[in-house]
């Protein structure tokens, strides 16, 4: 497999075109941001643990019956991956209320869902990611009915895995983002990252925050919440 031209450069990730048409390489940094962009700033250790945790993440889902764009890790930064076109849509599940939930709802952080809620943003930075309902997303071609059906059952059988995942390593899920693609086939696959940058993971026991709100919020220890839940996940695993 041979890497070729830089094709994107993103805020957490470069992706590079293969000499096979459908695969791509990304490449995690330890760059991070925050507030779209205004907040800017580096977590050293970062790229590595969002690529192995990532990776770990999905094929997990992959066995669990959830098709995902992962194909084979090739070093600490960089793995293959399937190429998508990119559904814009960001896909957010939340199981308790954080963040801008509780912020536009006036929710304390912490009140537990009786069921996970899932909402959308149009995937568009010069808009800031809007949020949007389904009805939006079709009228705007977003992506097809059936496309929402199926990323939505997805989304929700992500969620119920990655709970109990979680919760065997002592942590509590609050919620995440995920992003979905179609292959050159139409087929719909998990696509891009889970990680700490992209879900809110909180230690049961403490509610200790071990992800990317110590950054977006200066709570110090950011280096430090990232090693302690790649080592929940590795002792897990162990
Ligand atoms: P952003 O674009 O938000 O700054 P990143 O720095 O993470 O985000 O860049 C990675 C980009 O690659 C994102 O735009 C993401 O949607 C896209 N992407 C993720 N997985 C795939 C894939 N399998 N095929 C094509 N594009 C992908
Ligand atoms: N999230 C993300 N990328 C985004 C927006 C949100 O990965 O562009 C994740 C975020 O890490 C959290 C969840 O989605 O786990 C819900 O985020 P929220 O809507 O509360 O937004 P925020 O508080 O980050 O503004």
């Given at each position: 497999?041979?890497?070729?031209?830089?094709?994107?450069?993103?805020?957490?990730?470069?992706?590079?075109?293969?000499?096979?048409?459908?695969?791509?390489?990304?490449?995690?940094?330890?760059?991070?941001?925050?507030?779209?962009?205004?907040?800017?700033?580096?977590?050293?250790?970062?790229?590595?643990?969002?690529?192995?945790?990532?990776?770990?993440?999905?094929?997990?889902?992959?066995?669990?019956?959830?098709?995902?764009?992962?194909?084979?890790?090739?070093?600490?930064?960089?793995?293959?991956?399937?190429?998508?076109?990119?559904?814009?849509?960001?896909?957010?599940?939340?199981?308790?209320?954080?963040?801008?939930?509780?912020?536009?709802?006036?929710?304390?952080?912490?009140?537990?869902?009786?069921?996970?809620?899932?909402?959308?943003?149009?995937?568009?930075?010069?808009?800031?990611?809007?949020?949007?309902?389904?009805?939006?997303?079709?009228?705007?071609?977003?992506?097809?009915?059936?496309?929402?059906?199926?990323?939505?059952?997805?989304?929700?059988?992500?969620?119920?895995?990655?709970?109990?995942?979680?919760?065997?390593?002592?942590?509590?899920?609050?919620?995440?983002?995920?992003?979905?693609?179609?292959?050159?086939?139409?087929?719909?696959?998990?696509?891009?990252?889970?990680?700490?940058?992209?879900?809110?993971?909180w230690d049961t026991k403490t509610g200790e925050?071990?992800?990317?709100?110590?950054?977006?919020?200066?709570?110090?220890?950011?280096?430090?919440?990232?090693?302690?839940?790649?080592?929940?996940?590795?002792?897990?695993?162990?």
């Open positions: 497999m041979e890497k070729l031209e830089q094709l994107y450069e993103g805020k957490a990730k470069k992706v590079y075109a293969t000499d096979d048409p459908e695969l791509l390489i990304v490449d995690y940094k330890d760059d991070a941001t925050a507030f779209n962009g205004l907040k800017k700033g580096t977590i050293r250790g970062k790229g590595v643990i969002n690529n192995q945790m990532s990776n770990r993440l999905m094929q997990k889902l992959e066995k669990a019956g959830i098709p995902t764009h992962f194909v084979k890790e090739l070093s600490e930064r960089e793995t293959l991956v399937k190429k998508v076109s990119i559904v814009p849509l960001e896909v957010i599940i939340r199981n308790i209320a954080a963040g801008s939930f509780s912020k536009r709802y006036g929710v304390v952080e912490g009140v537990v869902f009786d069921r996970p809620t899932i909402e959308f943003s149009y995937k568009n930075d010069e808009l800031g990611d809007p949020l949007l309902n389904t009805y939006h997303a079709l009228a705007l071609k977003l992506a097809t009915q059936a496309e929402i059906d199926t990323i939505t059952d997805y989304a929700f059988r992500v969620d119920e895995f990655l709970k109990a995942f979680w919760a065997e390593c002592g942590v509590t899920l609050v919620d995440f983002k995920l992003e979905f693609g179609r292959l050159s086939d139409g087929t719909i696959v998990l696509a891009d990252e889970i990680s700490p940058d992209t879900c809110r993971l925050k071990l992800d990317k709100d110590r950054f977006r919020r200066d709570l110090g220890g950011v280096e430090d919440a990232y090693t302690e839940i790649m080592k929940r996940l590795t002792e897990h695993d162990a």
